[in-house]
């Protein structure tokens, strides 16, 4: 099992430029989520999709869109990039949907917007 | 709305202890986690309490006080390899279904 996966591992944009992050489980996980990590600081929740075809925003959804077209992939776009969005990216996943379970995390994306 | 509070750095010698606080507010409350993250990795996952009382898992143990709101993880016999940063993690019930807040960490920094 290759686990939570994420392409690219890095990225360079300029600002305006748009982009999309994938992600991917094998684990037949129901929940997904993606977080943004900056410098020193805690994950902060982006988006969060319970199963497919379902998202809710988190603490920081602004300027950010996301997809579950089915369940094994969760993708994360930049319509339009901005250095506030320079930051390392990672995605996770969790069986349940209530209760309460281990995040596998992904080994995350780390994109610099100019 | 929730809010977690965890000191920012703490360093001791190889073979201490250390104990990470971590303090929560929360309109709901379903469970106290904790992820470890070295340097430039992923978070993973160390232990999870939900109700009042201490877990043990190896070396690691965490505690939570619901009436307190209040939880910490203990490191024992601390190994070179623990140094690290460490994340609590709440889930609310209300709103917050599924969704989860992490603390901004405290770096676990061992010496020789």
């Known amino acids: 099992n290759a686990g939570v996966t994420q392409t690219p591992k890095f990225q360079v944009l300029k600002t305006g430029q748009s982009m999309t992050l994938q992600c991917a489980q094998d684990m037949n996980h129901n929940s997904m989520y993606w977080y943004r990590q900056d410098p020193g600081m805690g994950l902060r929740l982006i988006y969060y999709?319970?199963?497919?075809?379902?998202?809710d925003k988190g603490e920081v959804p602004n300027g950010y869109n996301v997809s579950r077209l089915n369940k094994r992939e969760f993708s994360l776009r930049l319509e339009s990039a901005a250095p506030s969005q320079t930051s390392v990216y990672f995605c996770a996943s969790r069986e349940g949907t209530g209760g309460f379970g281990e995040q596998f995390f992904g080994p995350g994306t780390r994109l610099t917007v100019l | 709305g929730q809010s977690l509070e965890q000191p920012s750095e703490v360093t001791a010698v190889e073979g201490a202890i250390v104990q990470i606080n971590c303090t929560y507010q929360?309109?709901?409350?379903?469970?106290l986690s904790w992820y470890q993250q070295h340097d430039g990795g992923a978070p993973t996952f160390l232990s999870y309490?939900?109700?009042?009382g201490l877990e043990e898992t190896g070396r690691f143990s965490s505690f939570l006080s619901r009436s307190d709101s209040y939880g910490y993880l203990l490191l024992q016999e601390l190994q070179m390899k623990d140094s690290a940063s460490y994340f609590c993690?709440?889930?609310?019930?209300?709103?917050?279904?599924?969704?989860?807040?992490f603390g901004a960490g405290t770096q676990v920094v061992v010496t020789p």
């Open positions: 993690a709440v889930r609310g019930r209300t709103d917050s279904w599924g969704k989860f807040q």
């Open positions: 999709s319970a199963s497919e075809g379902t998202t």
């Open positions: 309490n939900a109700l009042d």
């Open positions: 929360t309109s709901g409350f379903y469970g």
